[in-house]
């Protein structure tokens, strides 16, 4: 060893198990697997999970605390300034190309995901399948519309377009008009609606 140098040392060089110490708040006992998380825990002065539970709830208590009068989205003043008439999209609605453009967005999320697939009515499959057999047709299943629509069938040979409705169907009757009066024009396709009770 040169001349000058000292030899760097650790005082945790020596510690052997149990790796042990306590709590820096409340003082109780607190072990650890090895031991590297155990020096980190006596560097940082670590606390236990009940000291830490009882800390971040004392910063995020459930109705305001802490948060709330951090949060600026959160005080009074800012809330009356950006909710109700006072919001720059009051009363604004998107034009019907930019909806478009936000389903079509919305189905490139859906199929680049890990599975890309989309869910299927609960009886879809068996009814679509009862159709293909009665009017002895190939329907192509979870068909893109390049409307950013996905109906549920499409038969490219009478150019047929086939939707299963649930139950829920009743309760957007306008909205599933608008949307299959814009595929019919776009497409020039015949719609079959088949209810699924």
Same mark, same amino acid.
């Given at each position: 060893?040169?001349?000058?140098? @000292? ?7 020596? %510690? ?8 820096? =708040?409340?003082?109780? $006992?607190?072990?650890?697997?090895? +031991? ?6 006596? =560097?940082?002065?670590?606390?236990? $999970? ?35 008439? /006072?919001?720059? =999209?009051?009363?604004k609605r998107h034009s019907k190309d930019t909806l478009r453009k936000m389903r079509?967005?919305?189905?490139? =999320?859906?199929?680049?995901?890990? /599975? ?5 009515? +609960?009886?879809?499959? &068996?009814? &679509?399948?009862?159709?293909? +057999? ?16 996905? %109906?549920?069938?499409?038969c490219p040979e009478t150019n047929t377009i086939y939707e299963v409705y649930e @139950?829920?169907?009743?309760? $957007? ?25």
């Amino acid at each position: 060893m040169r001349s000058g140098w @000292k030899k760097k040392t650790s005082k945790f060089i020596n %510690v052997l198990p149990p790796f042990e110490k306590p709590c820096s =708040r409340c003082g109780c $006992q607190m072990t650890y697997d090895n +031991k590297y998380t155990f020096i980190y825990s006596l =560097r940082d002065g670590k606390v236990c $999970q009940h000291c830490s539970n009882k800390i971040n709830g004392e910063k995020s208590s459930g109705n305001g605390g802490w948060m709330k009068e951090h949060n600026p989205m959160k005080r009074p003043e800012v809330v009356a300034k950006v909710s109700g008439k /006072n919001n720059h =999209r009051f009363g604004k609605r998107h034009s019907k190309d930019t909806l478009r453009k936000m389903r079509v967005s919305a189905l490139l =999320r859906i199929q680049n995901q890990i /599975n890309g697939c989309l869910s299927l009515g +609960k009886n879809e499959k &068996l009814l &679509l399948d009862e159709q293909e +057999k009665t009017d002895g047709v190939k329907i192509i299943r979870q068909w893109d519309t390049g409307l950013g629509y996905v %109906v549920d069938g499409y038969c490219p040979e009478t150019n047929t377009i086939y939707e299963v409705y649930e @139950k829920y169907h009743n309760k $957007q009757v306008q909205k599933d008009l608008e949307r299959e009066t814009e595929i019919c024009t776009r497409l020039s396709c015949d719609f079959i609606i088949i209810w699924d009770e």
